[in-house]
């Protein structure tokens, strides 16, 4: 044992020095934070999203490599750590400080906004199913083929472009 943290446990100390440090900005900015609040929650997305498009990409590889293959353990490596030390505290982010950017920009009685919370919802969905599907990977029993996991992995880019014209255009 070396002593070092792993790389889940770097990840949770990252989103709580950085959960610290977004309060710390509320509290000592006032009003003012909403702009630094809201430049952290664009991180957040921009992290969550690249998460998203790239976890179907490396099950597209892992459903040609043989189970117990070097590179079917390497893969499995890569989503798990993805999953736990990228997209889920990216995800967790997104949420609590686009929930607070609601509330305090008055968002929470928009008609955009509902249909915005509805595809992130959606996108949450398909986030809990790819988490399901690297445990299914780690434990060599996925069922979908490589063809079906390029047609999913559309299903965040078309629920990305729906929120940002949403929460730019609020066409309602």
Do not use: C, Q
């Given at each position: 044992?070396?002593?070092?943290?792993?790389?889940?446990?770097?990840?949770?100390?990252?989103?709580?020095?950085?959960?610290?440090?977004?309060?710390?900005?509320?509290?000592?900015?006032?009003?003012?934070?909403?702009?630094?609040?809201?430049?952290?929650h664009v991180i957040a997305i921009i992290s969550w999203m690249a998460g998203m498009l790239y976890l179907p990409r490396l099950f597209i590889y892992h459903c040609d490599a043989l189970p117990g293959s070097e590179l079917s353990e390497t893969l499995k490596?890569?989503?798990?750590?993805?999953?736990?030390?990228?997209?889920?505290?990216?995800?967790?982010?997104?949420?609590?400080?686009?929930?607070?950017?609601?509330?305090?920009?008055?968002?929470?009685?928009?008609?955009?906004?509902?249909?915005?919370?509805?595809?992130?919802?959606?996108?949450?969905?398909?986030?809990?199913?790819l988490s399901a599907s690297v445990r299914r990977f780690a434990a060599d029993q996925n069922s979908v083929s490589a063809r079906n996991w390029r047609i999913i992995n559309e299903a965040p880019a078309v629920l990305m472009v729906l929120i940002v014209i949403l929460v730019i255009v609020k066409p309602f």
């Open positions: 044992m070396t002593g070092t943290a792993g790389p889940g446990a770097r990840a949770a100390i990252a989103l709580g020095i950085t959960a610290v440090g977004i309060a710390a900005a509320i509290l000592l900015l006032g009003d003012r934070a909403y702009m630094w609040v809201k430049a952290a490596v890569m989503e798990h750590r993805l999953l736990r030390v990228i997209i889920n505290p990216a995800m967790a982010l997104s949420w609590i400080l686009g929930l607070w950017l609601a509330w305090r920009g008055g968002f929470l009685t928009a008609g955009w906004f509902h249909a915005k919370l509805a595809f992130v919802i959606a996108l949450s969905g398909v986030h809990g199913y």
